[in-house]
């Protein structure tokens, strides 16, 4: 099948949106010059794409409703099981709705994406099924993944198991309501700005984001290739660490991936923390809108892991608000340029493209009024910095990302770990229906400063639940050096096995 050629006036106009002027005569000539490259593009169509095979029969699935999706955390129920043994025989698990089930509809938490249906498996539902898991479906996420609230969500907010009404987090808002819930004991949650473990601290769940490219992102809708990352959502430790034993490791189709360092993960969970060395990040507790019972809290845990054994001492690191400085440049003009004008997958990168995905999510243009407030003051911000300034703000906060992940190379060379607040505030009141623009989009926001610098530095971080504010989870996070995801789960384990958080 021939490709659609330009005429001559079609490509004096094509010229003129790349401020060039053609006259007819050179038109012509360009057109004639052009038709090899033309004849090319007719080879590529008639071949057919490289699409991985489906290897486990699933149905089309379904959007429960009513009694059926009390927390509205489901985007479609689907059942798919995996292999009859593995180390997840047995297990159910969820997967966002931004990440590939062939057969299954995915819509990324928008209406816009709606009807879409992936033709393959993404990287970490293969994996998940090989290692014996049964997929139960796709959990409702936020619009786009652009939010820490979880009010933002095509067709309906996700409620928080512990209150209705209130915030189950976001942009993972569904995999941790149905983890914490009951509904499904695993779930693979994204995380750009804290997406994971913001819903897992609101939530009381565990959260890790992975260093980044430990886990490949192949098959998951991107944001921002520099700070994507996927990672798993469970109700204890244990699950978490065995989840990404079977998740971690190169996949050979991810450009975030270089040659990630894999570990045994579960073989930490019984080593305690006596002589670990944990650093009270002081500007993880320097937030504007931090609720001093929420530090209270958090602090009470640290003093539990000191009283296991971990040595404890404050440690300032200036790199933690530089960090979060740079998700404004590299996040906003990267998913602009990334996730929009790219259709969802970009250029310049080698590995498994979704195809069907880019033409299907194209479609925003005639439905961009429909994007949510969230996305659309990113989008601005994006389209300003590309527009009036090149980029170069975002090239520069590229460089410069390099100076903050040393910054917390540099805390982490005197400590294992780092510890501070996930979220500065427990879970909010949904704003009700025909909120301002104002309110929406700071409900969406308010949540991610502390979690969105690691997304930048990639350092892997994990929210513990540690007690409640009145009667609403509170998060602590730990933060890692690069691939020490095991001492991570070493210092979560001893805290869960010392104490039920949710009588504290």
Known sequence: MAIERPNSEQLQALAGRLHMQLTPQQAAEYLALMQPSFDAYDLIDGLPDEIPAVRYPRDGGHRPSGGENPLNAWACKAEVRGAAEGPLAGRTVVLK???????????????????????????VATRLLDAGATILGKATC?????????????????????????????????????????????????????????????????GIKPTYGLVPYTGVMPIEATFDHTGPMTANVRDNALMLEVLAGADGLDPRQATPKVDTYTAALGRGVDGLRIGILSEGFQLANLDPRVADKV??????????????????????????????????????MQMMHGNGMG????????????????????????????????????????????????????????????????????????????????????????????????????MIGNTASQDITGHPAMSIPCGTVDGLPVGLMLVGRHYAESTIYQAAAAFEASTDWRKL
């Open 299 to 336: 602090r009470e845990a640290i003093a539990r892991f000191e009283s296991l054994g971990a040595r404890v001492g404050e440690v300032s690191v200036p790199a933690h608000q530089l960090a979060g400085a740079l998700w404004a440049p590299i996040g906003c003009e990267g998913l602009t």
């Open 347 to 446: 250029f310049n990168w080698q590995g498994q493209y979704d195809v069907a995905l880019l033409d299907r999510h194209a479609g925003w243009r005639a439905q961009a009024d429909a994007l949510s407030a969230s996305l659309k003051v990113c989008m601005f911000v994006g389209q300003h910095g590309l527009e009036r300034y090149n980029g170069r703000y975002y090239a520069k906060a590229q460089n410069i990302a390099r100076r903050a992940r040393a910054g917390y190379d540099q805390a982490l060379a005197d400590y294992d770990l780092l510890a501070l607040p996930t979220v500065p505030i427990t879970a909010q009141p949904h704003p009700e229906p025909g909120c301002s623009i104002t309110e929406y989009v700071n409900r969406a926001f308010e």
């Open 142 to 206: 936020e619009h786009f993944c652009l939010s820490g609230g979880s009010h933002t969500s095509d067709p309906a907010p996700v409620h928080n198991p512990h209150r209705h009404g209130y915030s189950s987090g976001g942009s993972s808002s569904g995999s941790a309501a149905l983890v914490a819930s009951g509904e499904v004991e695993l779930a693979v949650g994204g995380d750009q700005g804290g997406s994971a473990r913001i819903p897992a601290a609101w939530c009381g769940i565990y």
């Open 97 to 123: 709705d931004n990440i590939a089930l062939a057969g299954v509809p995915m819509m990324n938490g928008s209406s816009t994406l709606e009807g879409f249906v992936p033709a393959y498996d993404a990287t």
